[in-house]
Nanobody, 123 residues
Framework: QVQLVESGGGSVQAGGSLRLSCTAS????????MGWFRQAPGNEREFVAG????????YYADSVKDRFTISRENAKNTAYLQMNSLKPEDAGVYYC????????????????WGQGTQVTVSS
């Protein structure tokens, strides 16, 4: 059984930072892209960031460019999302996802999803 487990969420003030982690288990994730989505109350789930298996390609939503950084350690089957200069509009549940195809991942059509971790940003 595949599992994606997120951690690192919490509450911060605007301007603060958080680092999310996502660890995959259950099978090998060789050649899988990994990424992050978020969902705020009343909103649809939206793409935040994605990274290829080789780490040579990264993608970001315009709203988080220059503030968020996605990375991964393949030996640990783990992806990270470093979030700096957080804004109240960054708040929501952050989901980790993985898929062999980056395009499918970015479209939210991944095969695997985590349960999510809550991020709260106070103004």
């Amino acid at each position: 059984q595949v599992q994606l487990v997120e951690s690192g969420g919490g509450s911060v003030q605007a301007g603060g930072s958080l680092r999310l982690s996502c660890t995959a288990s259950g099978r090998t994730f060789s050649n899988y892209a990994m990424g992050w989505f978020r969902q705020a109350p009343g909103n649809e789930r939206e793409f935040v960031a994605g990274i290829s298996w080789s780490r040579s390609s990264t993608y970001y939503a315009d709203s988080v460019k220059d503030r968020f950084t996605i990375s991964r350690e393949n030996a640990k089957n783990t992806a990270y999302l470093q979030m700096n200069s957080l804004k109240p509009e960054d708040a929501g549940v952050y989901y980790c996802t993985a898929d062999p195809e980056m395009l499918k991942l970015r479209l939210g059509r991944s095969s695997d999803w985590g349960q999510g971790t809550q991020v709260t940003v106070s103004s």
